[in-house]
């Protein structure tokens, strides 16, 4: 695939981790040389014009389905293993080729390089149990970013859910410990998936700018995933971002007609973001392999594209610039730890 003149790109949120246990014991090589199905693979997003992205771990079904708390703790926790020993041994076998990222000086040595930094985020926290010393563990391991909560309520935080409004359950108090515990640590915390009473609650306690990984704006698309005005309001005050999301369900005006909005829709929710928040709050956080997507974007080799798209309704280098990876790069130095100093 040929490599493209755009800015490098910084990937929000990407699910193809939990797509790759799927393609058996060939895996590690699928990803490297191309995974039938999925929409992101190593070739496809360097060709796209990726080098960096948000790869999540969200908890299967039967973290859900166990019979008590303590089975479905042990589950979560076992699956979210599993997928970090597995972006273990891409990294190994891609010799260079993908790079995990724990401080933004990796990063901008794949933002000005030729391979994909991979910075692990997990979606929902149900893999550390009640036991909020096991967030440093997998901080150790590279854990990056943390969404409190996915699709459910939880034992830190109610999710976002259709007919959730104030007042519902927050954050509960271990949650609010969640929250300090990753300030403290320089872990993203990811509201995309809260409640708006818990989005509230991160909001008013946080010391770290607000992140939406992978949110659309509420005004034109009224689905419940998505973040209403005084949402926004709070991530630009908190110097935060929202990755624009790709999902089709969250794209359409009315999210329970079928259809295909195309890319004009991603770039509606852009331009109302930027219009609200302004453009220095805004960036992409696709879904890839967790959404279905608009066809004209396709994958992730279709983010030029978007970005010709964009330069076509008058985006200069710089704002593009700033949308691909630099409002990402001001967010992260502003909640990640340095990196160490060797010796």
Known sequence: MERVDAPPLIDGHCDTLQKLPRAGTDAVQAFLTGLAGAHLDLPRALAGGMRAGLF??????????????????????????????????????????????????????????????????????EPIGRDLAALETHYGAGLRSVGLAWTRDNAFASAAKAGTELPEPGLSDLGLEAVRECNRL?????????????????????????????????????????LRDWQLDAIRDSGGLVGILF?????????????DPGLGAVIRH??????????????????????????????????????????????????????????????????????????
């Open 56 to 125: 999540s771990i969200y908890p299967p079904a039967g973290a859900y389905e166990a019979a008590d708390e303590a089975a479905r703790w042990q589950c979560a926790r076992a699956h979210a293993l599993r997928l970090m020993g597995l972006l273990q041994r891409i990294e190994t076998a891609a010799a260079g080729r993908l790079r995990r990222i724990t401080d933004t000086t990796a990063l901008e040595a794949c933002l000005s390089g030729e391979a994909l930094g991979a910075i692990l985020h997990l979606e929902g926290l």
């Open 186 to 226: 320089g872990i993203v915390v990811d509201v995309s998936h809260l409640s708006p009473a818990s989005f509230r609650d991160v909001a008013g306690l946080s010391s770290a700018p607000l992140v939406a990984t992978h949110s659309n704006a509420y005004a034109l698309s009224p689905h419940y995933r998505n």
């Open 247 to 259: 999902c089709v369900a969250f794209l359409r005006p009315d999210p329970d007609t079928p259809g």
């Open 270 to 343: 852009l331009e109302y973001v930027a219009a609200r928040i302004g453009i220095e709050h805004v960036a992409f956080g696709s879904d890839f392999d967790g959404a279905v997507i608009p066809a004209d974007i396709a994958d992730a080799a279709g983010y030029p594209r978007l970005m010709t798209a964009l330069r076509q309704r008058g985006l200069d280098a710089a704002i593009l610039a700033q949308i691909a990876h630099g409002n990402w790069l001001r967010v992260l130095r502003k909640t990640w730890r340095p990196a160490a100093t060797p010796g």
